[in-house]
């Protein structure tokens, strides 16, 4: 089967060996993107601009491999204050509105990077 591998330049894909997403067949794998670019994030402190940064991130991924986010099935938001839903559910409902993934928020202890308050993980199929 045909699989096809997109490339972000993060630091962390060559150390820890994987890919920012991966098409196999007709589904799609977006890893787990957060609000990094360049060691920098986007949206310091602000949950709302670091959730629309990835859900960018996530979308050039999927034009990559053909597919677009209307063909997301699930999305996986993993977020480091729990308290503040409503601003991470504000910026995905603006990407997902009208497309409505399967989704889950969970909060967790801590991200790779301290600074980093959400990360996001998106299956896609292709018809």
């Not at 402190?45 to 959730?51: G, H, I, L």
């Not at 997301?72 to 559910?89: A, K, L, N, P, Q």
């Amino acid at each position: 089967m045909n699989r096809r591998q997109v490339f972000t330049g993060s630091p962390w894909e060559q150390k820890v060996g994987y890919c920012r997403a991966i098409r196999v067949g007709s589904r799609i794998e977006v890893a787990g993107t957060t609000a990094m670019r360049d060691g920098q994030v986007i949206g310091m402190n602000d949950p709302y601009e670091q959730t629309k940064c990835i859900l960018q991130t996530i979308e050039k991924a999927l034009h990559e491999l053909d597919a677009k986010l209307t063909d997301v099935v699930r999305t996986r938001m993993f977020v480091t204050d729990i308290s503040r839903w409503e601003e991470i559910g504000r910026a995905h409902g603006e990407f997902f509105g009208s497309i409505q993934p399967a989704a889950t928020m969970v909060e967790v202890k801590a991200l790779i990077d301290p600074r980093l308050m959400v990360e996001i993980e998106a299956e896609a199929i292709l018809e």
